[in-house]
C-alpha cells in the first residue's frame, strides 16, 4: 500500500502512513504508521568520542603467616569512573561502540565487555588474568566500571595485565 503524508492544520500534527491509517489513534495501528508526530520519539542529546585510559594492575605481595614466605595474593577490584556529567536528572538510554586504534572494527556496546585477558600455563596448572568494563548512567553521569582479577600463580611470577586505552563512541539519547 502506498504511503501517505498527512498535516492536520488545527493540531498541529503530522504523520506518514498507509492511506487506511487511524491518524487520530496512532498507538490503535502502530503497524500502519511510519511517523506521527504526537508520538515521543528519542533523540540524540549528545555524541561523546571518549578515550578511557585503565591503568597497569598487579597482583599483591602479601604474606603468607602459616609458612612464614612471601607469595603472590589474588588481586581484584572495582573501580568506578565518571566520563560525563550529562545532567538530565534521570538515566538517560545510550547506544554506541568501542572502536580499535585504526578504527576499522567497530564493537557494539552490550553489557559487561572483556577488554584484556590473559592465560597462562604453568607447573601449578592454568591461570587466568582479566579486565572488564560496563558502560552505565545514573541521573547525573555517564560512567563505567573497571573490574579486574589477576588470579594467584603460586610460581614465583610477578604477573600483571598492562595499562591500555579503549575508545569509544557513545550516543547519549534524550527524550523528545
Known sequence: MAKKLYANGVTGDVCICESDADI????????KIYFHSALDYL???????????????KQKN???APSGREYEGDTWGFVNYRLYYHGLGYRPLFVGYFTSPTELVKIPFCGEFVIQTRYEDSDY??????RTILLGTDNNYLYFQEMYSLINSYDNQWKSLSAISVGARIFLMSEV
Not at 24 to 31: D, G, K, R, V
Not at 45 to 51: A, D, F, G, S, W
Open 62 to 64: 602479601d604474606w603468607d
Open 24 to 31: 487520530e489513534h496512532p498507538l490503535n495501528n502502530i503497524n
Open 125 to 130: 596448572g592454568g591461570v587466568n588474568y582479566f
Open 43 to 57: 533523540r540524540i542529546e549528545t555524541i561523546l568520542n571518549v578515550t578511557i585510559n585503565l591503568p597497569e594492575r
